[in-house]
């Protein structure tokens, strides 16, 4: 089994309960919730102009590859209603593989760990409740390091 770190937002309608039933939705695909953050408000990050967001994280076990564990974010994201429209845009659910184990991948479609993690507040605020000795493998620094530095984006 696989330790995974999934961030979660929301934007769109009731915020707060797009971000509980996606968790909810995500137990339903066999995915072992472990951890759950605490719900965060926080600003947009990339277009500004849009409603504030709710983040948090979760920590979970499974045994699906990292493009099965995508592949059933994105079936969950597309079955609560959201649609791309604009980059970085408004959202009803976004769903975000952050770590997968201590897994390196570097493909057009999959990126582990998420690329920009390290440069999003609204990432590792959450993130670090959960798992703040979470070795970044790349970086090789812990989440809560890498919140403590300051936010560049």
């Not at 926080?42 to 500004?48: A, M």
């Not at 507040?121 to 919140?147: G, N």
Request: charged content about 30%; proline content about 7%.
């Amino acid at each position: 089994m696989a330790i995974v770190y999934i961030g979660i937002g929301s934007n769109i309608g009731n915020r707060r309960a797009n971000c509980a039933k996606a968790i909810e939705e995500l137990k339903s695909k066999g995915i072992t919730v472990e951890k759950i953050s605490s719900m965060h408000e926080t600003e947009p990050w990339g277009l500004k102009e849009q409603p504030k967001f709710i983040n948090m994280a979760v920590e979970a076990e499974t045994s699906m590859s990292p493009e099965e564990l995508l592949s059933v974010l994105k079936c969950v994201e597309k079955n609560m209603g959201r649609e791309d429209a604009v980059k970085w845009g408004p959202r009803i659910i976004d769903l975000d593989i952050l770590f997968y184990d201590d897994v390196v991948i570097n493909m057009e479609h999959l990126q582990i760990p998420h690329p920009l993690l390290h440069k999003r507040d609204f990432v590792l605020l959450p993130l670090s409740e959960i798992a703040p000795d979470k070795l970044h493998p790349v970086l090789k620094k812990t989440v809560i390091q890498l919140k403590e530095e300051p936010a560049c984006d």
